[in-house]
């Protein structure tokens, strides 16, 4: 099964800022998954990635708040624009039913 | 719309007693299901998937459509099975995984 790594693993940023995440993939892969998990809670898919095409977004989020890329089969990005403490959150990537090891982002 | 429940939030039970986790689901096509378990400063793992009826780590599961539940037991439980229980159920048709929908998860104490 595909291995995934993830980067950061953790930051602490300042509201108003945004960051990116990294997402890489030993394989080449069609899709690719990104999921949030708030403090205390489940996991929520954010979007689905497809290489070639725009992102996918599922109820509640929108491109503008978390942009997507798929420049390749085997890497995506995912970005946390103007971050507010209610983006503290846990980001994870997925290829089927792999997942990433998380991101853990702290906003302040 | 999909969804996946485990009313258990907390679950606690001593070393060789048998555990049930919880997990019911509403789904309007054929669901697929599965298991994954977090351990303590692991990445979340996947356990068991219904279509495979297979025991992991002593683990099984069994689909019943009729009461759409999909409950995780182990005969005795070991200190070594405390973790997060997550119940997830697939979106996608036919053989593609990913679109997972996930229950609220379960923490599982195993005391000695």
């Known amino acids: 099964s595909a291995v995934i790594s993830q980067k950061p693993s953790r930051d602490i940023c300042q509201r108003g800022t945004s960051l990116t995440i990294q997402c890489q993939v030993d394989?080449?892969?069609?899709?690719m998954f990104w999921y949030r998990q708030q403090p205390g809670q489940s996991l929520t898919l954010i979007a689905t990635?497809?290489?070639?095409?725009?992102?996918?977004?599922e109820s509640g989020f929108v491109i503008d708040k978390f942009p997507i890329s798929r420049p390749n089969l085997t890497f995506s990005t995912l970005t946390v624009s103007n971050m507010s403490p209610e983006d503290s959150s846990i980001y994870l990537c997925?290829?089927?039913?792999?997942f990433g090891p998380g991101t853990r982002l702290l906003v302040l | 719309a999909q969804r996946v429940t485990q009313p258990e939030k907390l679950l606690s039970v001593f070393k060789g007693a048998p555990v049930e986790l919880k997990c019911n689901y509403s789904?309007?096509?054929?669901?697929?299901l599965f298991w994954y378990v977090q351990y303590s400063r692991q990445r979340l793992q996947l356990l068991l998937r219904h279509i495979s009826r297979e025991s992991i780590k002593g683990f099984t599961a069994d689909l019943n459509k009729g009461e759409t539940s999909f409950h995780l037991k182990k005969p005795f439980a070991q200190e070594e099975d405390s973790a997060m229980y997550y119940c997830a159920l697939n979106s996608f048709g036919g053989t593609s995984y990913g679109k997972l929908t996930f229950g609220q998860g379960t923490i599982l104490t195993v005391h000695p």
């Open positions: 997925s290829v089927g039913l792999v």
């Open positions: 789904y309007s096509g054929s669901p697929e």
């Open positions: 394989s080449q892969v069609t899709m």
């Open positions: 990635a497809n290489q070639g095409s725009e992102a996918t977004y």
